[in-house]
Every structure is written in structure tokens, then in C-alpha cells.
């Protein structure tokens, strides 16, 4: 009898990572793939090593992850489901240490400001790492003294070290925002809740284009969440916006805020039709 396949997903980072953890929690069945850098990630699953990517986006404290708006554009890939992982930032060390022992911790850049009152509190002093489940694994290689690391749960338990203290940043509300991707859309309507509609465009060169362009989405009633803009080549008259909205594509007022857009644009390119996450909205 042949044993189905398991099925991979790929994200950025060292086992443990953040983004493991949302691997975890949005496909608990699928074998986690560690890749060096988002490329690698989209690359791994044009190329079949893996089936899905977990890619961030944004996250509530420090903003939109750098570079990935960039790359999803051209990545091929469809967005098929968005998750919203609370960043919950464990202070950790060699089992049998104590919190007061500890006068230096790792970490990776963004994770050092999210904690700064609770280092400053404890006379800790934050050393920024290139990745915070990396620099687990580095700990728990060297035992070194009086040295601990800010990572998730998830990398005490891989590397085998103590979580000394539980839920230390700063802003309870701390949350980042993934996009589960594939090779293949799937546009047909999931479930009862919500849905949102993510795409990519460039407007055409005439005068208020961006205004008429956006004006369909006002006038039918569609709640857009999210619209950025970046350079394209780095071309500071090329530029492309990035936007979600509620609603799926067969749905009245959107098709018509969709067919408004297509007159004013110069390229339109849907990235995916996926179910909101129930941590949107509340």
C-alpha cells in the first residue's frame, strides 16, 4: 500500500521561526521547509520542492515587511488563505538558568524594540541577531552564561531550551499578517464568512487616473483595506499599487468596481480570492 505524500510548505527563516509557527497553526499536517530568504521560499514552490509558501506581509507594531510586495507581483504564485499570528515573544535560556542571571540576549532587529520595557526593567542588553530561531540554536550549542534569546515558544522547544518568561512584548496587540501561496488560483467561493480579493495594477497616464480608477470602489459600496504603492525597477515615474478588498470577484458591486478599475488601468493582475481571517475584524 503506498503511503500519500505528506505534502511540504515552505517559509523564510530557521526551524522555530515565527513563520514555522504560522506553517504550524495554518497546515499542521504539512512537513515545514526553512529557506534562507523569500526568494528561496517562492522559488521552492515554483519549482515543486514544495507545495505552498508562508510568506509575511505586515505586521501591527513595525509595518509591512520590507521587499515582499515586490516579489509577489512577479512570483506566480496565488494567494489561497490569509492567517494572523499574535507575535508572542518568549525570553529564553540553557535549562536550569535563571531569569536573574540573565544579562544579554539575542534576537533578531525587530524583535528588540517590541521588548524594550521588559529588557530595561531587568538590566538586560539586546543584541541583534540575523534570525532569533537561529540564534536559539546558537545557544543552545554553546551554553553560554548569563546569554539568552528572544524567539517563540515553538524554538525553546526545538532546541531544547527553558522559556524563563512568557508574553514579554510590549503591545499586546502585536500581530503579523501571512499569505499562505500556491502554484494554482482558487477562485471559487469557500465557506459562509467573509472573502477578500487581492490584486496589483498600474494606472494609465492621465490625469487623475488614480481618483477615477478608485472612484468604482466608493461608489459600489466595496471596503478596500489595504491599497500601497511602490516603484516599479525603481523608475520613480513607474509606479504599481498593491490592494485588498472585501468581497469576492462574482460578487455584483465588486464586478463592477473591478470593470471600473480595468478602464483606468494600464495592467491589472489578481493575485487571489481567499477567506478573510476571522482575526481581521476583531
Known sequence: MSIPRKG???????????????CREARPDMEALPCNTFEEVIEAVRRGD???????????????????????????????????????????????????EITDVRAHLVLLPQSARFLREHGITG??????????????RSQAPGEGVLASALAAEIYGLEVLAHDIEDHAHNTTRFLVMGR???????????????????VRNIPAAL???LGGFATNGVNMTK???????????ATQFYADVEGHPDDSNLRLALDELDY?????ALLGVYPADPRRHG
Open 8 to 22: 511540504v510548505i515552505a517559509f523564510q527563516g530557521e526551524l522555530g521561526a515565527y513563520s514555522h509557527e504560522a
Open 50 to 100: 514544495a507545495d505552498l509558501a508562508m510568506l509575511p506581509v505586515e505586521n501591527s507594531t513595525y509595518g509591512r515587511v520590507a521587499d515582499i510586495h515586490r516579489l509577489l507581483p512577479e512570483s506566480g504564485l496565488h494567494i489561497l488563505d490569509e492567517l494572523f499570528v499574535r507575535v508572542r515573544i518568549c525570553l529564553m535560556s540553557v535549562p536550569g538558568r535563571k531569569l536573574d
Open 127 to 140: 543584541h541583534a541577531a540575523a534570525d532569533s530561531a537561529g540564534a536559539a540554536a546558537d545557544l543552545a
Open 184 to 202: 494554482e488560483p482558487d477562485l471559487k467561493r469557500r465557506g459562509h464568512g467573509r472573502m477578500m480579493t487581492t490584486f496589483v495594477f498600474r
Open 211 to 213: 481618483y477615477k480608477a
Open 227 to 237: 491599497l500601497e504603492s511602490y516603484m516599479v525597477d525603481g523608475n520613480f515615474t
Open 264 to 268: 483606468f488601468t494600464s495592467n491589472m
